[in-house]
């Protein structure tokens, strides 16, 4: 029974980072590119953690949405 709650536990806070980290990420898309298109808005809610800090490295080097999101 601990364990279950120590896993709920986790799972909610690993869940709060990758939220956290796609507000952040969206924020910076929007700041950069302007008006962001829906594609974008869903593929970045869908994201994992690791592909979220991936495109977060990445969007310091990227000349537009494509090449930020399909490598």
Request: proline share 1%; charged share 35%.
């Amino acid at each position: 029974m601990i364990k279950q709650a120590e896993t709920r536990e986790e799972q909610a806070k690993t869940r709060g980072v990758t939220e956290g980290q796609a507000a952040i990420l969206l924020r910076q898309l929007r700041r950069r590119f302007q008006d962001l298109p829906t594609w974008i808005e869903e593929k970045v809610a869908a994201a994992d953690l690791q592909q979220l800090e991936r495109w977060s490295d990445r969007i310091l080097d990227a000349e537009s949405l494509v090449d930020l999101f399909d490598s």
